[in-house]
């Protein structure tokens, strides 16, 4: 079979690393993909729009020009190529072609049939990167809709109605985050903190404010693509680790702290869990499928600071529960695993591919 995903752009988000992951895994299942992504950016809306989009799509332009297929920070070394535009003439014929966020949605769609059947891996409903009206409007264009999460599906098909043809929730390499190895001892918590709300950055610093108050000693890191206004000082902070980098910060820690407010799968709880961390997450995407409260981890509403703080302090203060909790989130880790991803993908590009989908996908107008 002939794939082609095409990216909004190659930087390294957690629906980048999941799209590096199928086009691996499909490659060595013998299939030939390509991945691409426009030399001229996607307008995403940044914040409330206005000057700060304009300028993020700016700095695109300027880092697609300057470092094309390998941006820096960390840089992207897997066979992703980058095409002047998302268009008949500079992409591949293939068998399937693969949207992976709502504006490639729309470029699938106007592509001509010789470049595949028009597929779209729908990571979540991305309404903090456009408007809804755009964003909705992408499931309305007649392509092949793989739900990447099963609680996507859930949202996609229940209240909202765009029809689900395939899920492939998301995995984790469980070999690579559980060979985490730190020179000292677990010690503190380790947060995945970012400045937009639906991460809920204000709820997880929040938090960590509460417990810096109760154990002033505690070791409290955070990590992510840029440092977040007001974050305290005795946070320390790691900016954009590469994966080696990121998988000894959870190495060091005791507790890792989830605080996101909605995710489509939410994936740093599952590499946590893989790397031996006692898991503390809000109630989001599919993080109940592999943390179940006070089992593998535990879990708390979104924006309910003082229940996360009281849940760190609680697994900080009671070693051997937190161990207990921590080995059991390493076996539901190896559970997760992306062979099983890989095959619900591989299925669901196969029907796609022979049409399978009831009526043929309509084509936007060019």
């Known amino acids: 079979m002939r794939v082609t995903f095409v990216l909004p752009f190659p930087y390294w988000t957690g629906g980048v690393r999941t799209v590096y992951e199928y086009s691996r ?4 299942r013998g299939h030939v993909v390509d991945v691409v992504f426009p030399l001229v950016p996607y307008r995403f809306r940044v914040g409330r729009g206005g000057w700060r989009s304009a300028r993020s799509w700016l700095a695109a332009c300027r ?20 095409v002047p535009r998302i268009a008949d003439r500079f992409l591949p014929d293939a068998d399937v072609v693969v949207a992976t966020a709502w504006p490639t949605a729309y470029s699938v769609s ?6 595949g059947a ?7 409903r991305e309404i903090d990167s456009g408007t809804p009206e755009r964003v909705d409007g992408s499931y309305r264009l007649g392509l092949f809709h ?7 599906a859930c949202e996609m098909a229940g209240p909202r109605g765009v029809p689900i043809h395939g899920v492939a929730p998301g995995g984790v390499d469980a070999a690579f985050w559980g060979a985490a190895q730190s020179r000292e001892p677990r ?5 995945s903190c970012s400045p937009l709300e639906h991460k809920g950055g204000a709820d997880g610093r929040a938090a960590l404010e509460l417990v810096h108050r109760a154990r002033p000693a505690a070791r409290l ?12 000082r005795w946070i320390e902070y790691v900016q954009r680790p590469t994966d080696a980098a990121l998988r000894e910060l959870f190495a060091g820690a005791e507790v890792f702290l989830y605080s996101s407010r909605s995710e489509g799968f ?16 809000t109630r989001v995407g599919d993080v109940t499928e592999f943390v179940r409260d006070r089992e593998s981890g535990l879990l708390v509403e979104p924006r309910d600071s003082a229940t996360m703080a009281r849940a760190m302090l609680a697994l900080l203060d009671q070693p051997e529960w937190r161990a207990r909790l921590a080995c059991a989130g390493v076996a539901a880790a190896a559970r997760h695993g992306w062979e099983p991803s890989t095959d619900s993908l591989e299925q669901a590009l196969e029907r796609a591919a022979a049409g399978m989908m009831g009526a043929a996908p309509q084509r936007a107008v060019v």
């Open 187 to 191: 010690r503190g918590v380790l947060w």
């Open 25 to 28: 895994r499909l490659r060595a």
């Open 221 to 232: 890191r955070a990590f992510g693509f840029g440092r977040p206004p007001r974050l305290p």
């Open 266 to 281: 939410g994936l740093p709880p599952l590499e946590a869990q893989a790397a031996g961390c006692a898991v503390v997450s």
């Open 110 to 115: 106007r592509l001509s049939e010789c470049k």
């Open 146 to 152: 793989i739900a990447a999460s099963r609680s996507t």
């Open 118 to 124: 028009g597929c779209y891996l729908i990571q979540h």
């Open 63 to 82: 880092r697609n020009l300057l470092h094309g297929a390998h941006p820096p920070r960390p840089p992207v070394t897997w066979g992703v190529r980058m």
